[in-house]
């Protein structure tokens, strides 16, 4: 049931003395961007009528078929709390449809749409819970972000220790004035690392939900002379960032990965849902670990996975089983890093899961012990794979994985290899640091 129709935006718009208003979209490699309307042309954008040059969007379109339209979901409205509360800023999340009133191929908007669809006709809803990390660092005299961290505080820390403590804080007031409810927040392990917790949504609202809370917590970050970044691995020898990504499937409002009679109380579905993870996720990690810095977090030593298993406890596993039963009952990837589009993320976790359900998947064994402590002969002798190493290594597995080039759909996909291919190509070519100080002395 829509919570808002256009007369309720109108008059919201009237009402609350909204001055500007925010047409958000995210493009293919998960950048939020916007068109902004004065408040005189609200009725043009509640009845799909503001274009968009989408040439000038890279993944999109040709210059010789630019012309794009925004078709605004109405139930994102809400009023941007960090903004001028006189003459105030909304913001409206949109879809991406092309002239003839068809959605366009290559809105990641669309492309979960399209996998949520193939769910909803098997009978399933979809939930999803993140859990996002991200580093608050110093900037410099022009206000330049530095990797200088704000603190020197650890996990769970709080002030004084935790200088980002207040910044964080107001980050969690604005969300709730969002909308969002706010479950925890706290200091992540590495300095300057932090955590915020929102509760767990349908798959659409979580993913814009992602999109929000990055723009919040960045603008905040700035406001209060920091630089937030959600970047996976931003420090050499500290712990980097990861989205750990809780999803559940419901069918007649009911937990269909809950079985009160199952092996650790989890259904078949569940099984062959996290069967189906574990097969495609070397698939879609181009897409949930989209950098080349995704894969300098992926290493062993700093909590983030890299080898191919699950646990109903462990959490040296790729993915776990958290405790709650019943209703709460879910299945946690911890790989996600936040720098990824959420949109493409959960249409691949879900287009994997709902492959390894229609097919009977059965998950490999149980792994309990701490794999970081195992050797490779010990890892190989139980069958633990590992994720790709690299982003080009990443790249084509992608490739090869004709269930999430499927699901995602044949422009996103076409268009995301070139990007990617792209940049890697420029890191293959630049010099670093890290070789000047290995390199320039000794030859």
Sequence with gaps: MPKYTKEDIINLVRDEDIKFIRLQFTDIFGQLKNVAIMASQIEKAVNNQIMLDGSSIEGFVRIEESDQYLYPDLDTFTILPWR???????????????PDGTPFVGDPRGALKRVLKKAADMGYTFNVGPEC??????????GRPTTKTNDEAGYFDL??????ESTRREACLSLETMGFEIEASHHEVAAGQHEIDFKYADALTAADNIMTFKLAVKTIAQKNGLHATFMPKPIYGISGSGMHTNMSLFKDGENIFFDPNGEKKLSKEAYSFIAGILYHVRGMAAITNPLINSYKRLVPGYEAPCYISWSSSNRSALIRIPSSRGKS?????????????PYLTIAACLAAGLDGIEKNMTPPAEITDNIFEMSSEEREEKNIGNLPGSLHEAIAEFENDEVIKEALGDHIVTQYIAGKNRECEEYNTRVSSWEIEKYIFSY
């Design 84 to 98: 001028p509360q006189h003459g105030r800023v909304a913001r409206l999340i949109c879809d991406i449809y092309n």
């Design 133 to 142: 990390e991200f580093f608050l660092f110093q900037t410099d005299d022009e």
């Design 159 to 164: 002030g004084p220790l935790d200088h980002g």
């Design 329 to 341: 009952t879910r299945v946690e990837l911890r790989s996600p890093d936040p720098a990824c589009n």
